[in-house]
């Protein structure tokens, strides 16, 4: 691994390949090993970049006290992009990861060359961080599908594993996020080193902290860079309503199941996964940043 300074921090990074940038942005409770079925393949024909996210192995862990915020993994996203000299990137990435792309993308398009996005959980399209009851029922009143998917994720997942962090039962937090994001049988298959993977990135300040920002409409109809959504077939329903949503706002986008996926889609089933991808990619090679997709 080699590492770059950014934003007065050490990012580790990999990279494989040559070509156009591609710079793979991993989620939650994870970090660049994530990506290990994507690095060979995706380098045949590009630069591939995968980093690991600040305060995720092996770089420094969270100070105490300080606070796990989105829009900082924003700026470290787009000041990496300029310190490898891989502007503008195709940048492919994952959950929170997706999230953090789909933030950069829109505070610096010129930067983002194409956008591929696994399941970015954008809640804040519809509520805020941390819903309460009345913003719930305007919700439930509007998109109740969606609204119930958010109550039932909150309920068997972020509640419990930030109820668990608090009192200082990280296993206990790992299980209910866990179960929750991918599905209770997905995350008992997992094996021994994917594990300790997810228990090494489990930040408590993630849970803790202040949560995701606010997203609207409006910033992503502004979007004009080519773009990819991703999903699993079995990932947990709240994905699929974002995603739905995502497909109306987004101008142009593409959008791909992958089967026999849930929430760590390019885990488990990568050889789809990579098609799809670098299908993608091939047909938006050479376009300048905010040009439209290729049909």
Known sequence: MATVEVNGISLEYVERGQGEPVLLVHGSASDCRTWESQLA???????????????????????????????????????????????????????????????????????????????????????????????LMRLLARRPVTAAAIVAFGARGVGPATAAVQRGDLEGALYAFGTATLGRQTFLRLGKPRLEQARVNLIAAELLGSGLPPLSDADLRCLRM??????????????????????????????????????????????????????????????????????
């Open 226 to 295: 080519p773009t990819l959504l991703v999903t699993g077939e079995s990932s947990p329903r709240l994905f699929h309503c974002l995603a739905d949503r995502l497909a109306v706002l987004i101008p142009g986008v593409e959008r791909v199941e992958i089967p026999g996926a849930s929430h760590i889609v390019h885990e488990d089933n990568a050889a789809t996964f990579n098609r799809a991808v670098l299908g993608f990619l091939d047909r938006n090679a050479g376009r300048p940043p905010g040009a439209a997709a290729a049909g």
């Open 41 to 135: 393949a995706f380098a045949v024909h590009h630069r591939t970049l995968a980093y690991s996210r600040r305060y995720h192995w092996p770089n420094a862990p969270i100070p105490d006290g300080a606070d796990y915020a989105m829009p900082e993994h924003a700026d470290d996203l787009l000041a990496l992009i300029d310190a490898l000299d891989a502007r503008p990137a195709h940048v492919v990435a994952h959950s929170y990861g997706a999230f953090v792309a789909l933030l950069a993308a829109v505070c610096a398009p010129e930067m983002v060359r194409s956008l591929v996005l696994t399941e970015p959980p954008v809640i804040t399209l519809f509520v805020s961080s941390r819903p309460r009851l009345p913003e």
